[in-house]
């Protein structure tokens, strides 16, 4: 992607697979931080092969390597299914992957109170606490922590308007 004015014949985007942590067990992870052990793991375990590949924004360079050797045949499927249509609509080279769309371990929380299971008064919200995947919907996740501490602390009645004042109404955020 260009720096100014996003002049640049490069772009960047991006193909998501949810794993699992069925998806964890051939890389030998398991428990409460597989998912980091699974991102370690990912980082590390390529084979390069002898392929010409075109030109790159990437500085340091590309590297073919067989992405099927790495992920399990489910996370394989869907990576090719996706690169096939996205080929369809313009020609595009996959640089790297990246293993952290969100955070791999979840902090326990109540689903109504949001406070977490094992430390009253710990609010685990967002993306650091495995509840979102970007800013967006990190905020919505503050949000509605804000609403449940305000409703634990009886100062929720539970409409919009008691929380963000009727000046909000109507603003389709609507949980409780």
């Not at 924004?57 to 992920?71: C, D, Q």
Request: aromatic fraction near 10%; include cysteine; hydrophobic fraction near 40%.
């Amino acid at each position: 992607m260009s720096f100014s004015k996003r002049a640049s014949r490069w772009a960047n985007s991006a193909l998501v697979v949810t794993v699992t942590s069925n998806d964890f067990d051939s890389f030998g992870a398991h428990g409460p931080l597989a998912g980091v052990g699974f991102q370690s793991a990912t980082n590390v375990c390529f084979s390069v092969s002898e392929t010409t590949l075109p030109p790159s924004s990437y500085r340091l360079g590309v590297h073919a390597s067989k992405l099927h050797e790495l992920f399990s045949s489910r996370v394989t499927e869907a990576l090719q299914q996706s690169i096939v249509a996205f080929d369809k609509e313009v020609s595009v080279l996959l640089v790297w992957l990246q293993t952290r769309t969100s955070s791999p371990v979840q902090v326990s929380r109540h689903a109504d109170t949001y406070e977490s299971t094992s430390l009253g008064g710990l609010y685990p919200i967002g993306e650091g606490a495995g509840y979102a995947g970007g800013i967006i919907s990190a905020a919505v996740d503050g949000m509605y922590c804000g609403f449940a501490v305000a409703k634990t602390l009886g100062l929720y009645r539970g409409d919009i308007e008691s929380v963000l004042g009727i000046a909000h109404k109507n603003t389709g955020f609507v949980k409780y």
